[in-house]
């Protein structure tokens, strides 16, 4: 027996391949086969877990969307135009629920709501290279259709979002086709906990207030300056009416449309559509609050239709209200201004708009108040906002301030 004590005598194989200066073995191939083993186990369990992720997500996202079936309920439809182009254009009516029900949503201490206080037309053009967001304006007098099948009659002289308070998203739909000619493929109603919660998922959304809003009665004070607000703070400020501006409703409707644009370059600018749990997030809090056609019953009918948007450069992104006038009946209301038909038109012809008709519209690429800022050392855009160029005209300036916007 040897005197050294690391040495194993009961292995002679092992000692007369040491002698002949083979060395030991070291089970080196076995151990390669346990490592890939593992490593494919390790493959096949995350991508299980990757796959029942995916599919609890799609399912919850879908869950959260109600449907709603309008189609019975509308009838005298116009037909859709047949257009040029690679495919067709989409019309989807949005529209805002202002209910005070339900957690999330009584956020200005006002009573009451379930109204609609918030109707926009989506275009998105046949060649997939524009996009309008068409707001009509809620005291805006029309000749009210009748809905339902003539259960609710006709009525002459109505502010237009009667409709949706005698016969909700349906008598909307069917004042809107009727008085504009456009048919819709889509609609959807959204209230205020969902936007909250979209505005919160993608960190927050840039405004530029030119002059402090204080209206501590109805809970809504905001500070004068630039800055990104979320939560109770951004639905604040797309709800203020009387504390700010010209305390109208079309100056209301043109900071929702700043805010929406806004938003809108967020998204695109801080990579929420190609992070997957900023996307999720986003899609969270927007599918909770959304009550959606069949055409757009599950998140792959909605992410597809957002895969139509992709290419449009936020140029091309505009957001407008209908051409109006004070009405001469009631200086407290407005009417459509003889150019309304003519930008109807053009949507139901899927006709890109004229400057004229677009003269007051707002871009998603530059909101009110900021200007494209320059690239950061790292090449990523920066968020930091800066003051927008003096307006071209003292009218463009006026109508600034009548909205409450920066200038």
């Given amino acids: 027996m040897s005197d050294e004590p690391w040495v194993d005598d009961a ?151 009667s409709a949706f308070a005698v ?19 889509h609609y959807l109603t959204v209230d205020f906990n969902g936007f909250q919660g979209m505005v919160d998922a993608v960190g927050g959304v840039e405004v530029c207030i030119p002059e402090t809003i204080d209206d501590r009665s109805h809970g809504i004070y905001l500070e004068a300056g630039t800055r990104e607000i979320s939560g109770k703070e951004a639905l604040s400020y797309v709800r203020q009416r009387y504390a700010v501006g010209d305390g109208s409703d079309i100056g209301r409707m043109k900071r929702q449309q700043a805010f929406i644009a806004s938003m809108a370059n967020k998204v695109v600018s801080a990579g929420t559509l190609t992070s997957p749990w900023r996307l999720y997030k986003f899609l969270n809090a927007a599918t909770k609050s959304l009550t959606v056609d069949p055409g757009l019953s599950n998140l792959a009918k909605i992410a597809q239709l957002g895969v139509e948007f992709r290419h449009i450069n936020l140029g091309n992104v505009q957001f407008l209200t209908i051409p109006w006038q004070w009405d001469p009946q009631d200086p407290n209301r407005v009417v459509w201004a003889p150019e309304a038909a003519a930008v109807w038109n053009k949507i139901k012809n899927d006709e890109p708009l004229t400057q004229r008709l677009t003269v007051d519209a707002i871009s998603a690429a530059k909101p009110p108040g900021y200007t494209e800022a320059p690239a950061s050392p790292s090449d990523r855009p920066s968020r930091a906002p800066s003051p927008s160029p003096s307006p071209s005209s003292s009218s463009e300036q006026a109508a600034a301030a009548a909205a409450g916007l920066c200038a």
């Fill in 11 to 161: 292995d002679p194989v092992a000692d007369t391949e040491a002698d002949r200066g083979v060395p030991k073995r070291r089970g080196t191939a076995k151990k390669r086969h346990i490592v890939a083993r593992v490593l494919g186990v390790t493959v096949i369990v995350l991508t299980m877990v990757v796959g029942l992720t995916v599919v609890y997500a799609f399912r919850h996202l879908s869950g959260n969307l109600q449907v709603t079936d309008l189609e019975g309920d509308l009838d005298h439809r116009p037909e859709k135009v047949k257009v040029e182009g690679p495919k067709e254009p989409i019309n989807i009516l949005v529209m805002g629920s202002d209910t005070r029900e339900g957690a999330g949503n009584h956020i200005d201490n006002e009573a009451g709501g379930g109204g609609s206080d918030t109707t926009i037309l989506l275009h998105l053009s046949a060649d997939r290279k524009h996009a309008y967001g068409i707001s009509i304006p809620r005291d805006s007098m029309v000749d009210r259709p009748a809905c339902d099948h003539g259960a609710i009659p006709p009525a002459s002289y109505q502010q237009w979002n």
């Fill in 167 to 185: 016969g909700g998203a349906a008598c909307t739909i069917q004042q809107f086709e009727q008085l504009t000619g456009v048919r819709l493929d």
